[in-house]
């Protein structure tokens, strides 16, 4: 485990934070410089004036995302305030350059007022080629993100709903492959009713899991029927009329266990109750509702995912948002839609499902892990390269096929072009 004085010494010492800029052009000359600026950039206006879709061939737009948040909901911290959460947008940037190659501007709206936070965005958003919302709460988050995709013609996409959906609900895929089960008969419990959960069971509901099979839990028990307290719109979608009031009474012979709340809410005893072979993933960070270890001391058959990369099966969203972005940028996308992200989803289940052809830098990295597809090994890992040549190619695709891409591409010269991508992007 990392150290508090090494994470401080890592975000401090030589220049501070995580970013800089860095010019794509040659400026070491007059000439560099007045082509730069003035008198020659003046000629890429005027293109653009005319055409605004020139601003792709002329500027950074298109490889350009900005990611945007209040910072009232920051991994288990809560709502720190837009400085406190500074670094944590500046840690989304660089992932999404080490994996797609895409550039971020960090963001941070010091607003919790949902108007404020929707027009701040409206207006700075010819400046990007995608807006990704992080860390802001719930139940804001869902009209926030609302009013943007209908607003806007670029895509909008809230990592803490749409990517936790994506990279679980791949997860889970597996897991019921794995365990022979019927998605349409699966019965899943959620602990967690916030934007994540929310997402999550709207994803899974469109691979196949029934409503009448599924029951959330928030800090008050199942969300019930006629439950009188702690209700908004998007749980009374999820209310279910039932007689379970816990969440111990709601895992008793539950196939699902999906995490999205805080340490230690499972019990032994709950795991215990489960039907059998059932699927855990306790994805609170940075502690697991129930660790990997006490759910072996009471079921041998269980798959156990975590949020944690020191245990098997992390469920990171960092398998998501860089390459569904990647794809949605590369067309040109007006959205990131429902079909964009289920062929997201479809692109990890393949992945996995390739077991032992992992690459080998993935086996050196992850010395230790077992890279057979099957109880210990659901979803790939981070630095799997294969997760930018499968997923952002179905992104693009599914961009095209539904008629929210600017700009069609040759699908599989474009996979290529990622092939050599992600040899450049794992140079030192």
Known sequence: MITREQALAYHSQGRPGKLKITPTKPTM????????????????????????????????????????????????????????????????????????????????????????????????????????????????????????????????FHDDQHGTAIVSA????????????????????????????????????????????????????????????????QKLEFARDTSRRTLADALAGADV??????????????????APNPIIFAMANPDPEITPDDVATVRSDAIMATGRSDFPNQVNNVLGFPFIFRGALDVRARKINDEMMRAAVLGLVEIARLGEDVPRSVRETYPNDSFEFGPRYIIPKPF???????????????AIDTGVARKKIDISEYRRRLERMSEDLARP
């Open 170 to 233: 791949a997860a889970l895929l597996n897991a019921i492959a794995i365990t022979d089960r019927d998605i349409s008969t699966t019965r899943a419990v959620f602990s967690g009713a916030g934007a994540a959960a929310i997402a999550c069971a709207r994803l899974y509901g469109e691979f196949g899991l029934r409503p009448e099979n599924l029951l959330l839990c928030d800090s008050r028990g199942v969300i019930y029927t006629g439950r009188p307290d702690g209700m908004n719109p």
């Open 29 to 156: 000359s007059q000439e560099d410089l007045s082509l730069a600026y003035t008198p020659g950039v003046a000629e890429p206006c005027r293109e653009i004036a005319q055409n605004p879709d020139a601003v792709f061939q002329y500027t950074a737009k298109g490889n350009l995302v900005a990611v945007v948040s209040n910072c009232t909901a920051v991994l288990g911290l809560g709502n720190i305030g837009p400085l406190a959460g500074k670094p944590v947008m500046e840690g989304k940037a660089v992932l999404f350059k080490r994996f797609a190659d895409i550039d971020v501007f960090d963001i941070e709206i010091d607003s919790i007022d949902v108007d404020e936070i929707v027009r701040a965005v409206q207006l700075i958003a010819p400046t990007f080629g995608g807006i990704n919302l992080e860390d802001i709460r719930a139940p804001e988050c869902f009209e926030i993100t609302r009013r943007l995709v209908e607003s806007l013609d670029i895509p909008v």
């Open 384 to 398: 799997d390269p294969r997760v930018l040549t499968f997923v952002a190619p179905a992104v693009a695709a599914a």
């Open 257 to 274: 266990f999906l995490g999205l709340s805080q340490a230690n809410l499972v019990s032994q005893e709950m795991v215990k109750s489960m």
